[in-house]
């Protein structure tokens, strides 16, 4: 992928993951919904029935407390992008999930009810609503956890593209820059020899720099054919390709140029 160890192809393969433990939240609500219908409408529920939803709501706020702490924690390690937000959530998560189990087991140690241990009536209303919120707030938090490592991860691609754009666009110069030379050099062995290229005359190499600058070859002297100017059209020309190189990696233009490319294709 785009960075060593595979750090964004993991990433990629954890956002399933978190989407998967959001989706385990209906687990948890849809057993009490139905509980909670059957009593408003007054129809009778079995034991076996009961105790059987039950079951599959404990094993739901399990796999999205214990599964959406453990997922929010990976994406906290790795993730930049709202990271303040999830650190926020995974100790929300955290406290709700103490908070709803601590009771549990505590009653459970002294042989009492739930009811019996809570006591007041305003710590039964608090345990229910955090039992009723706990696994809600989980479930967003992994949804927003596996939208930052997308994030992230599509951000790391189109950086690696741009960076691809920049080094073929470097490729051409230096191709351009050798037709250039290539030219010069003829034009310096047709001075020596008395027979210099004529102004209209297009050699192989001229044809080349032509193309590659987008301006016709041969066009001045020879003291202005060594002048190199800037190919992104700033008006500017160096005296060597080491300058105009140089001069490239801030180049005004060429940058607008660039970010209208990433822009266009984003």
Not at 58 to 75: E, I, P, R
Not at 191 to 197: C, E, I, N, R
Not at 201 to 220: D, E, I, K, M, V
Request: proline share 4%; net charge positive.
């Amino acid at each position: 992928m785009v960075e060593p160890g595979g750090r964004w192809q993991r990433a990629a393969s954890a956002e399933p993951v978190g989407v998967g433990v959001a989706l385990a939240a209906i687990l948890v609500q849809a057993p009490r919904l139905v509980l909670a219908v059957l009593a408003a409408d007054r129809q009778p529920v079995g034991v076996d029935a009961e105790r059987a939803l039950l079951v599959i709501a404990g094993v739901g706020t399990a796999l999205v407390l214990t599964g959406g702490n453990l997922y929010l924690a990976h994406a906290i390690a790795r993730v930049r992008r709202w990271r303040r937000a999830l650190a926020a959530v995974w100790l929300a998560v955290l406290v709700s999930s103490g908070g709803l189990v601590v009771p549990l087991v505590a009653a459970g140690l002294r042989g009492r009810t739930l009811p019996q241990l809570l006591g007041s009536e305003l710590l039964a209303w608090s345990w229910s609503l955090l039992a009723a919120l706990a696994h809600e707030v989980t479930a967003a938090g992994c949804v927003l956890a596996a939208a930052a490592a997308a994030g992230e991860r599509l951000a790391a691609v189109r950086r690696a593209a741009e960076g691809s754009r920049d080094r073929e666009l470097d490729e051409l110069l230096q191709q351009r820059d050798a037709a250039r030379g290539e030219l010069a050099a003829l034009r310096l062995a047709g001075a020596g020899s008395g027979a210099p290229w004529p102004a209209d005359h297009h050699s192989p190499a001229a044809g080349s720099s032509s193309r590659l600058a987008g301006s016709p070859a041969g066009s001045g002297a020879g003291g202005h054919a060594a002048a190199l100017a800037c190919p992104e059209g700033c008006g500017r020309s160096f005296a060597s390709a080491q300058a105009r190189s140089g001069h490239l990696r801030h180049c005004a233009v060429r940058r607008e140029r660039l970010r209208r490319l990433a822009a266009a294709d984003s």
